[in-house]
């Protein structure tokens, strides 16, 4: 059964550190790119960050540069988020996607991303 599983969210004060997990069960994820994508209430679905199935990764909001960080462990099927000096504007469901392609697309988009987890709810709150 082809499954991703996002683990890690929670709260947490600004300023303040968390690592997001999406582990693949079901197919091989060195296979696809994943992408992590976040959705704040009454906004849109919007892409953080991507990593290719050579490991380049991309970021796709200016505000997280610097501060998140994609990665993936293969052998484990997981990939990572790790976000430093969260902010407020960061509180969102965030979600790991797969897409059987080979590179990251240039732009933030949910097209080709076939497979999707059920999210898990980062609060950046004092």
């Known amino acids: 059964q082809f499954q991703l599983v996002e683990s890690g969210g929670g709260l947490v004060q600004p300023g303040g550190s968390l690592r997001l997990s999406c582990v693949a069960s079901?197919?091989?994820?060195?296979?696809?790119?994943i992408g992590w994508f976040r959705q704040a209430p009454g906004k849109a679905r919007e892409a953080v960050s991507c990593s290719s199935t050579s490991d380049t990764t991309s970021n796709y909001i200016d505000s997280v540069e610097g501060r998140f960080t994609i990665s993936r462990d293969n052998a484990n099927n997981t990939v990572y988020l790790q976000m430093n000096s969260l902010e407020p504007e960061d509180t969102a469901v965030y979600y790991c996607?797969?897409?059987?392609?080979?590179?990251?697309?240039?732009?933030?988009?949910?097209?080709?991303?076939?497979?999707w987890g059920q999210g898990t709810q980062v609060t950046v709150s004092s």
């Open positions: 996607a797969a897409a059987a392609t080979y590179y990251c697309p240039p732009v933030s988009t949910t097209t080709n991303f076939h497979y």
């Open positions: 079901g197919f091989p994820l060195e296979y696809y790119v």
